[in-house]
């Protein structure tokens, strides 16, 4: 093959997003290199959303029989890491589902380029000493990484991030961790269900801080009752590890705090240097690529993920990889539109929400109403019994009468959570939304009271 060679599409990146974009355009027949360094598929099938669910799924079943268990009076199930940590790997290895992911888009018409890819210039892509020069233009999906505070000592530790969580084969005696967003306590809890002595270290006031301020108070609460120890508005100045253990020193003049693993989850950010934006006349120490409403980032260019700066969240990459496929193939479409942008906290209990706070609200000087309801106030709540802690909150704008932002905390706030994104995406009033019917007896149940508490 030449060092320059002529295509359609060069899709840098082939995270869930890029992978869709390069399959799909490939299968409309365009001539597409898909160009991946590690794991096609990215982050979320290996070591991200996949992998983290498979180990909540098991702490759920570990907290639910220990419910149970403890109703009827009778031993707790024994819990059991190594057999969490093989069918998290399963049969097929992470290099199995990468060879099937890699045939996958061969079979679709798509070639897959090994090796990190640079723009080097407009509609041009350099992987090792190959350039492909893009017809149609480049697509960037090189998602995000994770974010490493400049901590004294922490460089050259043996710290884990994510990944190596995920990865773990042997369940350490105790962890510290260092970051109380959605990853940070996810990991803690179960990592604490799986008797692992753990402690969250969070630099703000509150866990899950981007979040409605009972969300954070809910998971606090609940990580404290089954015993992790939760340390906020804990600011640390130094680490430091002997070869077996972990030392971190917070600001002020408490304690140490000693484990045998340090957990790193204070964020992620997008590396906008690595595929040299500057070739195209973006900056490259921005903390994202900016995009119009068609995901267009210039002339023949397109970016997916994590990369804009939209959240990092595999079904924000999915959306804007739709859209970005409809205008290189031409097709008209919609704008992308993130007012009702979804998440979810996969905590027990669940945190669901979408579109703003209550606080955002406030600053962006909207007149609202609001409401909290518990859920262990509605019948299902109470049928459920222990482990039904969880709220429904929702932020009205009060002078076009629609939400606009609203959360569902519980067992099954992330399922929840879909009534609450169609009423905030569709704009649908909330006089229309006070007078559906709500199955009974349902959690989802407990949005009518919300909606009859809103003031």
């Known amino acids: ?48 959303c996949v992998p983290s669910k498979m180990m909540i799924r098991a702490g759920n079943l570990l907290a639910e029989a220990g419910r149970v268990s403890a109703l009827a009076g009778e031993a707790t199930l024994t819990p ?27 079979a679709k018409g798509g070639r897959l380029v090994r090796g990190t890819g640079r723009l080097s210039g407009p509609r041009r892509v350099t992987v090792g000493d190959r ?68 402690t969250v270290i969070e630099g703000q006031d509150r866990l899950l801080s981007q979040e409605e301020p009972e969300a954070g108070e809910l998971v606090a609460d609940v990580l404290r009752r089954e015993g992790v120890t939760v340390r906020t508005g804990a600011r640390v100045r130094q680490v430091s590890h002997d070869g077996a253990r972990f030392t971190v020193r917070l600001e002020g003049d408490g304690e140490p705090l ?29 903390g994202a690529v900016p995009t119009d409403g068609q995901m267009r980032a210039g002339e023949g260019l397109w970016a997916v993920g994590d990369i804009t700066g939209r ?77 039904n802690d969880g709220f429904v909150k929702l932020v009205e704008d009060a002078d076009r009468g629609v939400l606009i932002g609203a959360t569902s905390a519980g067992p099954a706030g992330g399922e929840v959570l879909y009534g609450l994104n169609v009423a905030v995406h569709a704009e649908v009033p909330v006089s229309r939304l006070q007078h559906m019917i709500y199955t009974y007896p349902t959690f989802h149940r407990t949005v009518e009271a919300a909606l009859g508490a809103l003031r």
Do not use: K
């Open 258 to 286: 000693y484990a045998e693993r340090l957990l790193v989850a204070t964020g992620r950010h997008a590396d906008l240097a690595g595929p040299a934006v500057d070739t195209v006349g973006l900056d490259p120490t921005a």
């Open 311 to 387: 959240g990092a969240f595999t079904h924000v990459s999915m959306y804007q990889a739709q859209i970005a496929v409809r205008d290189i193939l031409g097709q008209p479409g919609p704008d992308a539109d993130y007012r009702a942008l979804p998440r979810v906290t996969f905590t027990d209990p669940e945190i669901g929400a979408v579109g703003v706070t209550e606080r955002q609200a406030r600053e962006q000087g909207l007149r609202i109403r609001t409401s909290v309801v518990s859920l262990a106030s509605s019948t299902r709540g109470w049928v459920h019994g222990p482990g």
């Open 1 to 48: 093959m030449s060092a320059n060679e002529q295509v359609d599409v060069v899709v840098v990146g082939l995270g869930p997003g890029g992978e869709y974009v390069a399959g799909t355009l490939a299968e409309a027949g365009l001539d597409v290199v898909g160009v991946e360094a590690e794991l096609v598929g990215g982050e979320c099938p290996y070591w991200g």
């Open 80 to 106: 059991d890491w190594d057999r969490v940590a093989r069918r998290i790997r399963g049969e097929a290895t992470d290099d199995w589902n990468d060879r099937v992911a890699a045939e996958r888009l061969a």
């Open 131 to 198: 350039t492909f020069a893009a017809r149609r233009g480049v697509v960037l999906a090189t998602g995000a990484r994770p974010r490493i505070p400049a901590i004294p000592g922490l460089d050259g530790t043996p710290y884990w991030t994510n990944r190596d969580a995920m990865a773990a084969r042997e369940l350490p005696t105790s962890m510290l961790v260092l970051g109380g967003g959605a990853i940070g306590v996810e990991i803690a809890q179960v990592f604490q269900r799986f008797t692992c002595a753990v």
